[in-house]
């Protein structure tokens, strides 16, 4: 969607959302090892509210999960703060930094939801179907889900399901044995056990998946910059 369309309401991005809603595919393979699909970004936003300014950064990593390549972009927020409707804020700045890649990811991994979202388009969702990427949302918090805890052991998962209609829209998975889960749910173009295997084969050192870390790395450290007037790289 071009910027000169992108909504500036509450009522207009909600539109949106129910518009794109139907458009998103929550089903397909996983990653392969085939050359052109080992490729997997991680994006990550951080906000300088001073200046009113968004930083988006973004990590490409290889199925061994070195990093290939890293971009950063800074944009104006785009849009005010309303629960539900984040995507509004941060896609202007992710799709930005997705363009500056200079090798194109089989997927990406968004810190945040996908189908776990009131109207089942959160970020992931959204950036896929804007994009046609394949996309997954892992999230740090339930959000307003609900879920039981998972087994101890790692690669156990709870369902996550909406309150109102108990429908699964993703799933709390362990990716570390004792420690909390994180909250895997399909963006676009993945079927869910798809989402929750790949998060796992990226997860398999810490409890965030490596391109979640990388991504939030790099995204202070351009943050730190920009603050400081100077530049990340």
């Not at 910027?3 to 089903?27: G, K, M």
């Not at 944009?75 to 629960?83: E, K, L, N, T």
């Not at 399909?186 to 796992?200: K, N, P, Q, S």
Request: overall charge negative.
């Amino acid at each position: 969607m071009p910027v000169a369309d992108w909504p500036t309401t509450e009522t207009e991005a909600i539109a949106e959302q129910e518009r794109l809603r139907p458009l998103v595919q929550p089903y397909g393979p996983g990653p392969s090892g085939a050359q052109d699909d080992r490729l997997i970004a991680g994006v990550d936003v951080a906000y300088d509210d001073e200046r009113d300014l968004v930083v988006a950064a973004v990590v490409l990593d290889l199925d061994g999960l070195a990093v290939v390549e890293e971009a950063t972009a800074v944009d104006r927020v785009a849009f005010p703060y309303v629960p539900g409707l984040l995507a509004f804020r941060e896609l202007p700045a992710v799709l930005d930094v997705l363009e500056r890649l200079t090798h194109a990811p089989g997927t990406v991994v968004c810190d945040g939801y996908g189908l776990a979202h009131p109207r089942r388009l959160g970020l992931a969702s959204h950036l896929g179907v804007l994009t046609g990427l394949r996309t997954i949302g892992v999230a740090k918090t339930p959000f307003t889900f609900d879920h039981r805890e998972p087994g101890a052991p790692r690669g156990s998962w709870t369902p996550l399901t909406d309150p109102a209609t108990g429908e699964e829209v993703g799933r709390a998975v362990r990716t570390r044995a004792g420690v909390k889960p994180v909250f895997v749910s399909v963006g676009h173009r993945i079927g869910l056990t798809e989402a929750v295997d790949t998060t796992l084969a990226l997860a398999g050192r810490y409890r965030l998946p490596e391109t979640t870390r990388h991504a939030d790395s790099l995204c202070r450290r351009a943050l730190a910059a920009l603050q400081k007037g100077t530049s990340a790289n």
